[in-house]
T-cell receptor
Framework: SAVISQKPSRDICQRGTSLTIQCQVD?????MFWYRQQPGQSLTLIAT?????????ESGFVIDKFPISRPNLTFSTLTVSNMSPEDSSIYLC?????????????FGPGTRLTVT | GDSVTQMEGPVTLSEEAFLTINCTYT??????LFWYVQYPGEGLQLLLK?????DKGSNKGFEATYRKETTSFHLEKGSVQVSDSAVYFC?????????????FGKGTLLTVNP
């Protein structure tokens, strides 16, 4: 498995401001991801965080709104920019590990964001 | 495209009842399939997986069999406990070249009453 920590665990922010979420993994991983889980909903992939290059964003998500950094193989940040109440969600960091000839994806505890 | 259709919840059972949560998928090729569980106030945990047809994943008394002929991966448990109350997500792996992602179902809330 993987031990993943996220900071902050929760925050309440005012609209128009930005929040940066940090994700730290206990060992090097090739692939890191950021997901959003809106209240009562499933998980939606925001982007794949690539080490040494720009993140790969899913349809509906853009770099200006969700800039991502990945300076090394154990750390990534997601910024939620110019927030609105619609950005209130749980944001989850995830990593991919190879286990017994197949991949397994592990998730951090999440950051619960409320925008007022 | 690749997608997962999961049984709508919520599901409410009494302790020791039999549980089935249905999951069917649409995919190109033969993806790995997963069940994740999210306990109240906690993050997502991998519950079990299957990587090829007829594989059975199992963990904590839960089982799911990868059925290619019916494109299904139903989650079952013979006797649920109160501590099994959680949201359960079915997911399939989508790999396109060097791109990897999990596609999730909408989740099924299970409540087990004593």
């Amino acid at each position: 498995s993987a031990v993943i920590s996220q900071k902050p665990s929760r925050d309440i922010c005012q609209r128009g401001t930005s929040l940066t979420i940090q994700c730290q993994v206990d060992s090097q991983v090739t692939m890191m991801f950021w997901y959003r889980q809106q209240p009562g909903q499933s998980l939606t992939l925001i982007a794949t965080a690539n080490q040494g290059s720009e993140a790969t964003y899913e349809s509906g998500f853009v770099i200006d709104k969700f800039p991502i950094s990945r300076p090394n193989l154990t750390f990534s940040t997601l910024t939620v920019s110019n927030m609105s109440p619609e950005d209130s969600s749980i944001y989850l960091c995830s990593v991919l590990r190879l286990a017994y000839n197949s991949y397994e994806q592990y998730f951090g505890p999440g950051t619960r964001l409320t925008v007022t | 495209g690749d997608s997962v259709t999961q049984m709508e919840g919520p599901v409410t059972l009494s302790e020791e009842a039999f549980l089935t949560i249905n999951c069917t998928y649409t995919a190109t090729g033969y993806p790995s399939l997963f069940w994740y569980v999210q306990y109240p106030g906690e993050g997502l945990q991998l519950l079990l997986k299957a990587t090829k047809a007829d594989d059975k994943g199992s963990n904590k008394g839960f089982e799911a069999t990868y059925r290619k002929e019916t494109t299904s991966f139903h989650l079952e448990k013979g006797s649920v406990q109160v501590s099994d109350s959680a949201v359960y997500f079915c997911a399939l792996e989508v790999v396109r070249g060097s791109n990897y992602k999990l596609t999730f179902g909408k989740g099924t809330l299970l409540t087990v009453n004593p």
